[in-house]
């Protein structure tokens, strides 16, 4: 497997110099996550230069990450506008020299895609979710790029059970999974038994993965059940068998460290590097 990062990245694309690449070569990473604000607006020139100034210092897109419209929403010209958007940036991600490009289910809260909110996995919602999935998945095969579906607790995809029907349920061989595992740990359970949790997420969809994040988690000493995203070397997650189980299902595949300030990532990068070495791995080149 090899190491990225979501993250050390600007999000303006005209920031992205020779600096930028090198920071994040010289920080062990050879992916980083491409943020796009606007994917629409983004042309194809911009995005080959952004991929030659990254491979100059050996550093490639891991995956192309735009930004649109939810895919669930109940606004039919806002689902096909998430729809129109996210079939434009699997052209981008082609233009950045990536395979893939990551997909976020949405939402019904209107404040934010990874909230929870009322009818989040009702019939109607997965069903509009494998509609916007279909119309998408043509564009990916066409530009010979794939379509990483990333879910969590809060989200339409709940479960693991859950993603997997999606994506078969789609039927694309352009639709596969983004394994962030620690989304889906939802319960006390899983939180104290993440080596068990991790072999039945990674049976049920290593054969989907195509990328992963890694990060950790923690159980809050609380009244009610509160299970936290920490940086990785910070929780409780099996961290050597996720690694594992990654390079046996995905072994040319990123996984990236996500969610940390810049500052923050080159402690988590040693975390993730002695998790490495205890599973008896190394990073690919």
Same mark, same amino acid.
């Given at each position: 497997?090899? &190491?990225?990062? /979501? ?13 930028? /690449? %090198?920071?994040? @070569? ?53 689902? %096909? ?5 996210? @079939? ?5 991600? @082609? ?30 919602? =997965?069903?509009?979710? =494998? ?35 999606? =994506? ?75 690694? @594992? ?22 402690? &988590?990068?040693? &975390?993730?590097?002695?998790?490495? &070495? ?8």
């Amino acid at each position: 497997m090899r &190491a990225g990062v /979501a993250g050390m990245f600007p999000l303006d694309l005209s920031l992205v110099d020779e600096g930028v /690449a %090198q920071r994040i @070569r010289q920080a062990g990473f050879t992916g980083v996550s491409a943020v796009l604000r606007d994917p629409e607006a983004c042309t194809e020139e911009e995005l080959v230069r952004v991929r030659e100034v990254l491979a100059g210092a050996g550093v490639t897109v891991a995956h192309a990450n735009p930004l649109y419209e939810r895919l669930v929403d109940t606004d039919e010209e806002k689902r %096909q506008a998430g729809v129109r958007a996210l @079939r434009y940036s699997c052209r981008c991600t @082609r233009w950045l020299g990536s395979s893939i490009t990551h997909v976020r289910p949405g939402s019904l809260n209107p404040r934010g895609h990874w909230l929870p909110y009322p009818g989040n996995t009702s019939p109607e919602t =997965i069903d509009r979710l =494998i509609r916007s999935l279909r119309e998408t998945a043509s564009a990916a095969e066409e530009e010979g790029v794939v379509l990483a579906l990333e879910g969590g607790v809060p989200s339409p995809l709940d479960t693991m059970e859950r993603v997997r029907y999606v =994506i078969e349920a789609v039927g694309s061989p352009a639709v596969r999974f983004n394994m962030d595992a620690v989304n889906f740990v939802g319960s006390l359970d899983d939180a104290f038994d993440t080596t068990s949790f991790l072999h039945r997420i990674f049976d049920l969809l290593g054969e989907y993965t195509v990328c992963g994040h890694i990060k950790d988690t923690r159980v809050d000493e609380m009244l009610t059940l509160h299970i936290s995203e920490c940086a990785p070397g910070d929780g409780i997650m099996d961290l050597p068998t996720y690694l @594992r189980r990654f390079e046996a299902a995905c072994p040319d595949g990123f996984v990236l460290i996500e969610h940390l300030p810049d500052k923050e990532i080159p402690r &988590a990068k040693r &975390a993730v590097d002695a998790a490495l &070495a205890q599973a008896g791995l190394t990073w690919r080149e």
